[in-house]
């Protein structure tokens, strides 16, 4: 059994990691931190965990967690990932880190969008968490960024497309919208029920945190710098990302010709799944799952191609994609304790 | 493995059905039926299927589908249920029956509240499948009636005060409150998202017709005819039942005794949980779950007891209780298949 | 024109006697006050106001409004009303007080449930301003204490029976259900998103300081003292709430008898509507109104009645009800800037 | 007393007609229609009604219609207005027509798109009711088609920068969101609570029927033919359309140049509101009422401008317009019966 740490347990993202971590037929989950709920029962924090686990918040340092734990994953916010990963990376355990702080490759990049950077060294060791592309290298990785629930949802959507070369990559257009869970569970005005509910709007238009991720994902696949319009959206629902997205394609391509490109390309992905256009992606279908649905409409009219993917923002957008990553850091099955079918309706 | 059967899988209730039978360790799903979808996979009917598995709806008759299964769950209408039930029970195959058809004693109160009852001789056959009070009956039968979800969340919440003796069983009152799933998926303008949504209503006020099964169980624990008043109510969200019961206390009874006797009558129970008065249910902690929470507050001013019980209507108020029972009438782990921890948020 | 102030304004009750007051004939809005958002406009605070206002939110002190307002609202927190009512009254301001400061008559109730008064002379002053029961009282009044959202729902579904002498009074249970807008804006864990959506749950049973004012108001009708069970639950809606309100019947009355009592009662009334027991109350209904909808249903089989009404709490529940009393106490027809139809769906 | 009929007044649309009629000073609403209703007062099919009206619909045909009527409003299906609109034009009653028969100047447009048209030289006649637009031809006009939702939001989100020649027309792509009021009150499975609510997906994508209609309008503006992407999704909320529009620009133009050109474009306009950057237009804040938000980002590092657009599809996207445009065919002011604000929350 794999012994695992959540450290920073206490968001949205952690009791999702730790619902699918005591559901994992391999794992014992040895401590989960948070300043805030010490010593308190995670069924106390969340009734749904009642009867199903005893944990108990701790409070331990990075170094106090180091002995008893093989892996662990930081749920921490921006920023203070990167202070305690090192410690861990250090003394050998390995790190999946669920924040943007290990994600951009360019410290200069991550710097002018986010904050001064404490651990840039180890920003080359790590390995950008999309198992769909990267899989060999996370395999053998110790230090895991864990993909962005925007940018997952969108690098997905154009990879086929983008590695075929079908797409002019100057004309990408990402416009998500996320449920509210995206936004942690924090105090804060705007995700108050009565502001969000019948509510929806876009957000931090042409300035997400999320852009420069998506554009270092989508230019290693094209293989050149790539700019990209991106809208994120709140949507008025608990959980979910569906982005749609708009691209113009190069020459003619055809509805099948793209269907092939797309069902060669995740030939063997367990979680991508391609939607008929009839049957296009619904947030509804992913709940609690971490799949990915992908659909898309070759438009003739326009000579443009949209493609829609929906993802659950807190499993393949979040602690599910972890889980897998974890699954492939050790040789176990890539699918282990993700297993459940969406929870519809 | 035992080979399962879904008899009329189209609705709410079928899909969840097989979302638990799927993920169910020592079952296979052979068959399940639909007039409506026949032929058609069930992931394109419910995508979220999509993936994990490759069924597809037939329309079979009873008769047809014998050879191939060791159980049975009827999924039908009431008034539907009663016709095929005996094909199934005569040739030795075990149903669960999910609809009202077997669930009263007495013919003439069936009669009196639903229709005329073609299969009366199986009424005394059938068991009532809460497995709470009537696990030992339920093992050894061939024929088990799956409780209403009002009726369970009910009669959970009461139990252990009636058997006690606690409460004066003539002061009765419970003011349910349930997701729209328990509509099912019929077309109906009342189940239309603009209609439910931003609204709340009662409806069926005194005669909703699980007030029989309800005093017919409450009866039987207390050993006295008993009358209850029932008052259903639609909740804008999509799983759960909330009741909220009322009674007199006979003498004075603390919370901690109280709370003594509950922890008791339930002390073995996987799938129930008691709350502390500070933390009382909420449907959002047992969404997707097999558990019933319940709380309750001895209020000393009004000499009432207010017990409040929450369960998600499509698992332990329908298709969970329903593979629960399944479990006991083939001996295997009362609580496989049904493992999951709550979706929340 | 009436010069009307609203002291505290930066709540979803203030905002919402706004936008009553804004579309009223005969006002003009002179000043509204909050510390948070001095010198902000209030379409700043509240988009939906852009184009229709442009006041600006003051800071100013009680004394600073007397010489521009003739009348006050105060949407205060309980504690902080009576520190300013007493220098508008004495100023010869009118007040209607929308906290629960003025509505319990007895000091010694008030303290037992809230906290210290410290203007208790001022209690026997106020009125109690429910339209529908002190009419006369109001239009005398220079301090109306605006009732709570609760007991407006509840006093106006019992008062024709109880009155009628029809019911036990000690029989009396009020199960009530409040959209979340009711909670304010205040930023608390309880009203995030996330924690409401999809769930559903009672809170602070038998122990709601709604209580004491239900009692005393009941008490007053039936000329007997009256204690209630009072249990509150927390819809997933912005707006509404329903109370389901049961009582043992004093020997046999019949629906059509009951039915007469109502409309009786009610005859006169703009603001309350009798629904038919095949049409019952829906928050949905009187959603941005000031109606109060009420229903029942006569159930013999155990004796008792059961009572819905339906008021939409920041209208009829809070500032709808105050700009009634203010219609009252200055001579204008009651209805002025409250014609507008619920705005359904 | 503008005597005012309403043909086809059953769904979302009609009875928001009603509502906003009955408020309005200068009209009386002598007769609605419904075949489905007949004789039924309009308070028991939407109880929200209760004590506004004592108004029954009838079943009458157009030729009974028109001696009571000086207007009629036709909430039709598309395919039946073009029916009934030649018999009221004809005998001297002007027609504001909210279904698509009169919106497409091309027949041939129109029937690739929709159906055969049955009054095809009605056509040059009818004017686009977007007042923003044609104001002084609604003035003059008999039969007013009244434009689509989603084309509202975006023909008046992209005006400003069309006209001055900003964009690149054949860059346009319109990302719209709609609540499911949009899709009306008939049975549709797609239209239950359980398949909508915490749920969202685009449709049609690429063939929905309002895509002509915006090009029509783009291209009158622009004085060119365009050709667009758009993608209509549907959310969870009862009323609203979020648009999110994206265009190329031509050359570098700043925020506060477009913001110019919007202030500039809209200064008369009641109806119209420009939001600043940091406070972008949320369909919450429109909810009720007939104003159009509207926002944009220009952004450097893509060369594009993202507009967004936010408007309550019942209101500006339908029945608010159709008064609106009454208002101009009338002469009388043209926000009459249109100034309540909007409902938030």
Chains 1, 2, 3, 4 share one sequence.
Not at 9 to 27: F, K, N
Not at 28 to 37: G, M, N, P, Y
Not at 223 to 228: D, E, P, R, W, Y
């Amino acid at each position: 059994m794999l012994k695992v740490g959540i450290y920073g347990a206490s968001g949205y993202t952690g009791q999702e990691l730790l619902r699918l971590l005591i559901g994992h037929p391999d794992v014992d989950v040895v401590a989960i931190t948070s300043r805030k709920f010490k010593g308190t029962p995670v069924s106390e924090v969340y009734p749904a965990f009642a009867g199903m686990t005893n944990l108990k918040f701790v409070d331990s340092s990075p170094q106090q967690l180091v002995p008893s734990c093989d892996v662990v994953f930081l749920a921490l916010p921006h920023g203070e990932a990167m202070l305690v990963a090192p410690v861990f990376v250090e003394a050998g355990v390995k790190v999946i880190d669920l924040s943007a702080d290990f994600r951009l490759r360019d410290v200069s990049v991550f710097e002018a969008w986010y904050t001064k950077h404490t651990a840039p060294d180890l920003l080359e060791k790590a390995v950008y968490g999309l198992p769909e592309l990267y899989r060999d290298d996370i395999k053998g990785s110790n230090l895991v960024a864990n993909p962005g629930c925007y940018p997952t949802s969108i690098i997905l959507g154009l990879a086929p497309l983008l590695r075929e070369g079908c797409i002019d990559p100057s004309s990408i257009i990402a416009d998500s919208k996320s449920g509210v869970s995206g936004a942690g569970r924090d105090l804060q005005l705007g995700s108050l029920f009565c502001e969000v509910n019948e509510g929806f709007k876009a957000y931090k238009v042409g300035s997400h945190r999320h852009t420069p991720e998506i554009e270092q994902e989508l230019g290693r696949i094209a293989n050149t710098a790539i700019t990209v319009s991106f809208t994120p959206h709140l949507l008025p629902v608990n959980r979910g990302i569906l982005s749609t997205i708009y691209a113009d394609l190069k020459g003619k391509i055809s509805q099948s010709e793209i269907t092939d490109i797309y069902q060669k390309f995740y030939a063997d992905e367990k979680f991508v799944r391609i939607c008929s256009a009839d049957s296009l992606p619904n947030i509804s279908s992913v709940r609690g799952s971490n799949f990915c649905d992908i659909g898309f409409v070759a438009d003739g009219r326009t000579g443009r191609v949209v493609i829609i993917s929906a993802i659950d923002n807190l499993v393949k957008g979040a602690s599910g994609q972890a889980v897998q990553n974890m699954n492939l850091m050790y040789g176990l099955p890539e699918g282990a304790g993700l297993d459940s079918i969406s929870l519809f309706p």
